[in-house]
């Protein structure tokens, strides 16, 4: 066991830890959890469940305390592994346990008005893997098949694969070797040959033993054991609301997928040759598994089974071996969901976080490197620049970015990365220079990133390039757009596209939002190269504008790909060579994403999007967060969005248009964003029965008026869900605001005796 290290002195660390997403800054994925592949396939039969739980705690904490001995109270001993003391003491007791962990009753003593206490327990915990006791009793019977020399049957056994060393079932009996015992293969060794005299050579046959032991055990040659990694979150959010069975369940699925990072290669799917593998490791029968799983109701926390792991196949026959046997897909989440009590602080950071994962202090808002436009001291501003004149070096700190024009004529565009700009931002011969061309200054007064995007000017107006002035795409795949050549190209971003249809054309599928090559160009940061297939594909018209973007919501959902734009032109060569094969898993429920119109996409998308994406399944694709924030506001759109206009032009009388302090949104868009939360948190039933409809009314002097769609909605929201919504709204508008639910008869009455003081 690790030993303490000093605490005192030059060995203080002091480490401030950075993260780079929202998702990794709560899940913190730097702090995880290892379990061995031999404890899970081995121990975990034999010691069940509940054993397994405490000694897998105990482990965990080890690397905590100080000292080789564990020292915890019983209280707290059961509080971590998710159970009663009742039962915590039954699993101190089992037998297997002694294998792992050694319990010195605490001292007992006498107080000094005669009570008698007794200190906390200390635990000596064992951190390798001892042998199974069938795993014991098969080398037992196997070595003496192999040689009648123990030193030559140890050299044969390593030349096995580590599972034929392995008992066929984990639970055989084994007479020779009792659970309560930690084995070696040394002591194994021993037994099968009792006869054999060392003759000096002791320790060759102790450094055999050893070998054979890791070899067992998966250990590699690099001393490191073969472990499933999943991040404490998990344990300590997560264990007891799913439970010993199911946690364990989850922990050797995500063992059985195939998960190679080194080499670029990850899938989040794996077949099970039978269900009975599954029940065999945690020791339930298939009727605990029909109701626990199969027929599992979605929680009412606004989570499932499904969010960890499901079967999305069952095939009879896949083993010729037993075709009697149904072997079953399942699909594994590789990334740990958002528990319930961490989505509001998610939600908040989302909003909030810098586009590099650094605080504000570490790198501020809208500053520029030091080569940026000639002095370290320049940041940028609302007009970053005189109407005449080399670039300003006293303009104050703010977050608002500056024309396409920026510094001269490079044909300069803002980047969503901290309000800078790209390399070739500044160029180095015209640094001291007035620009060729004299500047469009913009005053913005946006107070959202989203909003600061390059403008152009038409009869002295500020406008935003529209998509359908950029180019032609309706059935036609535009011409390649080069971003060195074609300044004027580059100002149109995808994020101008989204938010033009959002506001003008919402009902608009999200692959006809903006032409194939603004998806090739804008997707990642490192675009689509021209000569590369999946261009090649686009401008041949051999990829359907759906299909493309199916293709490359797929790349970016998964985890596992590393090089987005190359990997999406190997699934464009590899799907046009088979053509009758889809191109990707799940692939009907990809296109029918990509074909969904973009107002669908804030519940329904975000939904689907949720079940199918592995990486940041909560936070959806290219920016989309940000623009689902503004509330589609086009007075000339009819239907739902018009009621939705004439919402946005009443707040302006009803307080809803007030922006608290320290924030960038409207009291209105703050709903609009509680709304979307819960819509993904809550059952689709419940959400129809209780949110669907519900609208703000009104807000003034910290109180946020929300008229519920009948007087039923509104008493299951006020007893159920006001204290979620009330936390929600808070920490998003980042001060203490109190939600007021009414139901629409009294809307008449509310508004009579509504305050006339606003809040600013």
């Not at 192999?146 to 580590?162: F, G, H, I, V």
């Not at 021209?530 to 261009?535: G, L, N, R, T």
């Not at 086009?634 to 009803?654: L, P």
Request: net charge neutral.
């Amino acid at each position: 066991m690790p030993k303490a290290t000093p605490t005192d002195g030059d060995s203080v660390l002091t480490l401030s830890k950075v993260y780079t997403t929202p998702y990794s800054a709560v899940i913190r994925d730097d702090v995880v959890m290892g379990i061995s592949r031999y404890f899970l396939e081995r121990w975990l039969p034999t010691l069940g469940p509940d054993v397994a739980t405490v000694i897998n705690t105990l482990r965990q904490l080890d690397f905590r305390c100080k000292g080789e001995v564990i020292t915890i109270s019983g209280e707290a001993l059961a509080r971590e592994a998710a159970m009663s003391r009742r039962h915590l003491y039954d699993c101190l007791a089992a037998p297997g346990l002694a294998a792992f962990v050694r319990v010195e009753a605490g001292e007992r003593r006498q107080a000094p008005d005669g009570t008698i206490a007794q200190l906390p327990n200390r635990y000596h915990v064992r951190m390798d893997d001892p042998l199974a006791p069938a795993d014991a009793e098969h080398l037992f019977s196997l070595l003496p098949t192999l040689a009648a020399a123990p030193l030559d049957a140890a050299r044969q056994a390593l030349d096995l694969d580590p599972r034929q060393l392995w008992a066929a079932d984990p639970l055989a009996p084994a007479p020779h070797f009792l659970p309560s015992r930690p084995w070696t293969a040394l002591e194994v060794l021993r037994r099968a040959f009792p006869d054999w005299r060392s003759r000096g050579r002791s320790q060759e046959m102790a450094r055999l033993a050893e070998a054979l032991h890791r070899h067992i055990t998966l250990v590699r040659d690099d001393g490191r054991a073969s472990k499933v990694i999943v991040p404490q979150y998990f344990r300590r959010r997560w264990w007891a609301r799913l439970g010993h069975e199911l946690a364990w369940v989850y922990l050797w699925l995500r063992g059985q997928v195939y998960d190679n990072p080194a080499e670029g290669q990850r899938r989040d799917t794996c077949w099970v040759d039978s269900l009975s593998a599954l029940l065999t490791l945690i020791g339930r029968p298939r009727e605990w598994w029909r109701r626990n799983v199969e027929r599992a109701r979605p929680n009412d926390e606004g989570w499932t089974i499904r969010d960890f792991f499901e079967q999305i196949d069952a095939r009879k026959g896949r083993d010729p071996a037993h075709p009697q046997w149904v072997a079953r897909q399942f699909r594994v989440a590789l990334e740990v969901p958002i528990a319930p009590e961490d989505r509001a602080q998610y939600a908040l950071l989302l909003r909030s976080w810098p586009a590099q994962g650094f605080t504000a202090e570490a790198q501020p808002m809208g500053s520029a490197t030091s080569a940026h436009t000639g002095s370290p001291s320049v940041c940028h501003t609302d007009a970053h620049r005189q109407e005449e004149g080399v670039p300003q070096t006293d303009t104050s700190v703010t977050t608002g970015s500056a024309t396409s024009a920026h510094t001269g004529d490079q044909g300069v565009c803002h980047t969503d990365a901290q309000g800078s700009a790209t390399f070739a931002h500044r160029d180095s011969e015209s640094s001291n220079k007035a620009p060729k061309s004299k500047p469009q200054v913009l005053a913005s007064s946006s107070k959202h990133p989203s909003e600061a995007r390059p403008q152009t000017r038409t009869n002295g107006q500020a406008k935003r390039p529209t998509p359908a002035a950029a180019a032609t795409f309706n059935g036609k795949a535009e011409e390649p757009v080069s971003s060195a050549s074609n300044s004027s190209a580059i100002a149109q971003r995808l994020e101008d596209y989204l938010h033009d249809a959002w506001e003008t054309r919402p009902e608009t599928p999200l692959c006809d939002v903006a032409p194939p090559t603004v998806w090739l160009r804008d997707t990642w940061s490192t675009p689509v190269q021209p000569h590369s297939p999946a261009w090649q594909g686009v401008q041949s018209q051999n990829i359907s504008p759906r299909d493309l973007l199916a293709l490359i919501l797929a790349v970016w959902a998964d985890k596992s790909v590393e090089h987005p734009p190359r990997y999406l032109s190997w699934l464009v060569q590899r799907w046009q060579s088979m053509p009758d094969t889809p191109p990707v898993s799940h692939w009907e429920r990809w296109q029918r994403l990509a074909q969904m119109p973009l107002c669908d996409w804030p519940r329904e998308g975000r939904s689907e999007w949720r079940r199918l994406a592995t990486r940041t399944p909560d936070l959806l694709p290219f920016g989309l967060e940000r623009i689902f924030a503004l509330r589609p506001a086009s007075a000339g759109q009819g239907g739902r969005w018009a009621a939705v206009a004439g919402a946005e032009v009443a707040a302006r009388d009803n307080g809803l248009n007030t922006i608290p302090i320290n924030c960038t949104f409207t009291i209105h868009n703050i709903w609009y964003l509680v709304e979307g939360q819960l819509a993904t948190q809550l059952p689709r039933a419940t959400y129809d029965a209780c949110l669907r409809g519900a609208q703000p009314v009104s807000y003034a002097r910290g109180v946020l008026t929300v008229r519920a769609r009948d007087a039923r909605a509104r008493d299951m929201l006020v007893q159920q869900y006001a204290a979620q919504i009330t936390q929600l709204t808070s920490t998003l508008a980042r001060q203490p605001i109190t939600v007021r639910i009414i139901a629409d008869e009294n809307a008449e009455e509310l508004a009579a005796s509504e305050p006339s003081t606003r809040d600013g």
